[in-house]
């Protein structure tokens, strides 16, 4: 059995296909040994993008991925079905959503990568009682800021979270500010986690992938080895 990591595409909406290519790397890794055989999922997040919103669409990509897919994936493929066989990543809203669901069901997932995520979006909406925008409205504490506060405190306790952020090192990444920001705010609440910076690395999954993908694969490796899953 094998662990398993999901990955979460950008866009709203987006598509698999916005994240699929960095297979390639994986595919690489696994066979030069350098980390474990893993199943990867690259998910569809919906017309939200792994968001649950509360509008006309009735999107749940949030639901689905936890209520629907993970169960999916647990019956159909030879998995470790259990936390410490479970990973997320995403990048961009894919990276907004991770933090969203890492923080709302750790029970669920050993580790987070985030990869240069919207959190002054995820911000915005935490002050605003869930408005994003005048035309997007979500649940009031349906946000990264405010799911990491309740995840704080005795949670880490219970389910220890490995959690990374990687951005750019500067403002060719547009979300790179925010994302140091997001990371003095975790420090702040006492949740471990790493933000790697990546030189020279715009918004772009892929250019993240080229100069750190062994990396970025390892942390998930890591993860899973420290749980004894990932022999």
């Known amino acids: 059995r094998y662990p398993v990591v999901y990955m ?32 990867y999922v690259f998910n569809n997040g919906g017309p939200v993008s792994h968001y649950d919103y509360p509008g006309k669409e009735k999107a749940l990509g949030k639901t689905a991925l936890v209520k629907e897919l993970v169960p999916h994936v647990d019956r159909t493929y030879r998995t470790i079905a259990k936390r410490s066989g479970r990973s997320i990543e995403g990048y961009s809203q894919g990276g907004r959503g991770t933090l969203r669901i ?12 985030a990869g240069s995520a919207g959190v002054q979006h995820e911000k915005r909406i935490s002050e605003n009682e869930g408005l994003e925008n005048p035309g997007v409205q979500f649940t009031p504490g349906d946000d990264a800021w405010t799911l990491a506060r309740h995840y704080a405190g005795e949670e880490p306790k219970k389910h220890p979270l490995h959690l990374l952020l990687y951005t750019g090192s500067t403002r060719k990444d547009f979300n790179h500010e925010a994302n140091l920001e997001y990371a003095t705010f975790l420090n702040e609440l006492e949740i471990p986690h790493r933000h790697l910076l990546i030189p020279d690395v715009g918004h772009s999954h892929w250019q993240a992938y080229e100069k750190r993908a062994q990396e970025l694969l390892e942390f998930h490796a890591r993860a899973f080895r420290t749980a004894g899953t990932g022999e």
């Open 8 to 39: 979460l595409h950008g866009g709203r909406p987006g598509d698999e296909r916005k994240l699929i290519r960095i297979s390639t790397f994986i595919d690489a890794a696994v066979r030069a040994g350098t980390i474990p055989p893993t199943i």
């Open 102 to 113: 890492a923080f709302e069901h750790p029970e669920l997932f050993l580790a987070a990568s």
